[in-house]
């Protein structure tokens, strides 16, 4: 996938032209990008795309971290259900 398809809004291209962006403005772009990914993107290819294009360029970058946090797999939430999720240590 190339950066364009990946970013077609160019969202995360713009987050690397700001100086001085802080780790908690680049998570509300973050968020704004993957809302706006096509319907059957594959957001993982997605962030290797962007990565490849992008944290090369700039490894120390807010936006950089943030990628890279997303190719990690995340932790599967554990739901409890009936009298347990209700009641604890009874």
Known sequence: MD???ADPKGLIRESYRIDGITDAECRSILIDWALS?????????AID?????Y??????????ALLREGQSPGTPTRRRGG???RVSGG
């Open 49 to 53: 795309a962007l990565l490849a294009h």
């Open 83 to 85: 009298r347990a999720a």
């Open 3 to 5: 950066p364009q398809q």
């Open 55 to 64: 944290g090369t360029e700039a490894p120390d970058h807010p936006m950089t």
């Open 37 to 45: 990914l096509p319907a059957g993107a594959a957001q993982s290819d």
